[in-house]
C-alpha cells in the first residue's frame, strides 16, 4: 500500500513538472511566419499566418510539428533553425530538399509539414487545413 501511494505522488509530481513546463513556455495563439521574405523570388507569397493554438485545440500533437523537440523545458528550435531547414529561398530542385524552409511548409509526403498534413487529412476525408496556395499566401 504505501509503495502504491508513493509510487502515485511520483507519478503526480511527474505529470506537475511536465505541465508546468510547458506552460511556462509562451504557446503562442498565432504565429506569421514571415522570413522568406525578399529571399525567394516569390517575395509575395509571404508572410503566412498559422493559427496555432486552433491546431493545438484540433488535436494534432506538439510533436507532429516539433517533430526535433526533445528537451520540453526549452521552447522548441524554429523550423528554419541552422541544421534544419536553413536554406530559405532555394530554387528549382533544392526547394524540395529536406534542409529547404520551402521542403519544410510544403513537402507533398511528409506529415509534419503544413501541405503535406493537409494533403494527407484530406484524402482521408478529415477535416484539413487549406491547400490552394492562395489560402495561405496573401497573393
Ligand atoms: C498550408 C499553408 C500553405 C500553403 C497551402 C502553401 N504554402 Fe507556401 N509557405 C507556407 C509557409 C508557412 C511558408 C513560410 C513563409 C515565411 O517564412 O516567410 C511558405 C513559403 C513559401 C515560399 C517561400 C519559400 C522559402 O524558401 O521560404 C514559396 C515560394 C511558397 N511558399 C510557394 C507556395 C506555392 C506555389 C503554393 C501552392 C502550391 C504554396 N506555397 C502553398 C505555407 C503554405
Ligand atoms: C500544426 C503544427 C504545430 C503544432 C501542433 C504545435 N506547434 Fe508550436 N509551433 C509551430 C510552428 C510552425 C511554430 C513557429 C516555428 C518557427 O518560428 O519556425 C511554433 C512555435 C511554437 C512556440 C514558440 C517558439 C518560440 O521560439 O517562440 C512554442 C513555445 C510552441 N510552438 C509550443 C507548442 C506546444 C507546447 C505545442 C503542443 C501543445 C505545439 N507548439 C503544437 C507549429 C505547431
Ligand atoms: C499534422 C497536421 C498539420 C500540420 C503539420 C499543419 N496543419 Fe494546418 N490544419 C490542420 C488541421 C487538421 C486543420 C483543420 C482544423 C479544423 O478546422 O478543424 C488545419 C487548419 C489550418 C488552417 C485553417 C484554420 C481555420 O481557421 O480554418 C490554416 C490557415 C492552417 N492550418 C495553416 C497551417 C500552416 C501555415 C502550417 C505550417 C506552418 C500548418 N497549418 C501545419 C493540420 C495541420
Redesign the pocket.
Known sequence: MYRIVLFSVCVALLCLFSVSGIQALEMPQEIT?????G????PV????V?PHQHHVTSGVMCGTCHHKWEDQSQPPERC?ASGCHD????EGED?NKEN???NA??NPQSKHS??GC?KKKKSSEKKA?????N???DQ
Do not use: F, S
Request: net charge positive.
Open positions: 511566419l514571415k522570413d522568406a521574405k529571399k525567394t523570388q516569390n507569397y509571404t508572410p503566412v498559422m528554419i536554406q530559405i529561398g532555394a526547394m529547404a524552409a520551402y511548409h510544403h503544413c501541405l493537409h487545413g487549406p491547400i490552394a496556395c489560402k495561405c499566401h
